[in-house]
């Protein structure tokens, strides 16, 4: 049987230390990459839904999940980023 590697979309905050004179230019810092991430605090928030594989490039694939019950929209199939065959 194949397996998979699949990427989902997902939603997370992570936590951020930077020294700065206000929080406008904390933010400016971070966005700049001069933050310093706090150990441990990656947080999973939930499956992002309203990304994913546009249905136009992946007719069959999504015609294969309707088949099997799966919903799938006419815009994307929800969180899948990608999917890829590593082995057999």
Known sequence: M??????????H???YRVEAD???????RLFAGE??????SLEFIQVV???????????DL???LDALGESV???VIP???CIVQVDK
Do not use: H, N, W
């Not at 194949?2 to 939603?11: A, L, N, T, V």
């Not at 933050?35 to 441990?40: E, L, N």
């Open 2 to 11: 194949p397996i998979y590697e699949i990427e989902q979309f997902e939603m």
């Open 13 to 15: 905050t992570q936590k």
């Open 22 to 28: 206000s929080e406008a230019q904390a933010i400016k």
């Open 35 to 40: 933050a310093d991430v706090v150990d441990g």
């Open 49 to 59: 839904d309203d990304c994913g594989l546009p249905v136009d490039e992946y007719r």
């Open 62 to 64: 999504a015609d294969a």
């Open 73 to 75: 929209d006419d815009d």
């Open 79 to 81: 969180s899948i980023r």
